[in-house]
């Protein structure tokens, strides 16, 4: 949802998302961990939104006993997880180019007290929102109602857009300071989502069938799913 335009809003995200910029210049946090941090990060939420979409079309059987229950649960959430190691793959690899092939810096990451705390942080974030998304979608709420795919596509996109900046080779050239530019580029890209989400939508490659459309445009607008009643009651499992 865009950010209503006033200084206060705009101050506020760009307050929000400039914390770890801080903390690299002022407290001596790691670049290359902020932005390994900013791809779990992104791996998780696109998590959410797959386990949603399989809560969805495969619910858990409610009347077969607690362990058919917890069983659908735990494929649900594997499932999830499962897609987003997949991806990982591609995603993360590029990790090498925007550190300006500091594996070393990237090695020691994952060694880092810090960096695991921070990990835990946001698995903990992560799982707080798939309790909200799984409440909802108990409620009858469908994937189209909820705009997994439009969130989907916001996450999704910010990535490509320090992936496209990647494979310019700008990361090697920067050398250690490469970890930084797309700290840089992922806290700039962020406000820019926050603040204008259909514009951004629009101007990144697939985008813009998910951007709300322009005054005049044919299609509907979508109706967020807070304004309207659920397509169908509570489901039943």
């Known amino acids: 949802m865009a950010v209503p335009f006033n200084p206060l809003s705009l101050a506020q995200v760009v307050a929000r998302n400039i914390v770890p910029i801080a903390g690299i210049l002022f407290f001596r946090w790691s670049a290359t961990s902020v932005l390994t941090l900013y791809l779990i990060d992104t791996l998780l939420m696109m998590s959410v939104l797959f386990a949603g979409v399989a809560r969805w079309f495969a619910p858990p059987p409610k009347d077969d006993g607690w362990a058919a229950e917890a069983n659908g649960e735990v494929g649900n959430v594997g499932f999830a997880l499962l897609i987003s190691a997949f991806i990982a793959v591609p995603l993360g690899i590029p990790l090498i180019f925007m550190t300006g092939g500091d594996l070393a810096g990237l090695k020691a990451t994952f060694f880092d007290a810090s960096f695991r705390t921070g990990v835990l942080v946001q698995a903990a974030a992560a799982f707080w929102s798939w309790l909200g998304l799984r409440s909802v979608i108990d409620a009858g709420y469908s994937p189209d109602q909820l705009r997994l795919k439009r969130r989907f596509a916001l996450v999704f996109l910010r990535w490509i857009v320090l992936l496209i900046v990647a494979f310019t080779g700008i990361g090697i050239l920067f050398g250690h300071y490469?970890?930084?530019?797309?700290?840089?580029?992922?806290?700039?890209?962020s406000i820019f989502i926050e603040v204008a989400p259909d514009r951004f939508l629009r101007v990144m490659p697939g985008g813009a069938e998910d951007a709300d459309p322009l005054p005049g445009e044919n299609r509907p607008a979508a109706i967020?799913?807070?304004?309207?009643?659920p397509r169908r009651g509570k489901r039943k499992h």
Do not use: D, E, I, S
């Open 224 to 229: 967020p799913p807070a304004a309207r009643a």
């Open 178 to 189: 490469g970890a930084f530019l797309f700290v840089l580029l992922y806290a700039g890209t």
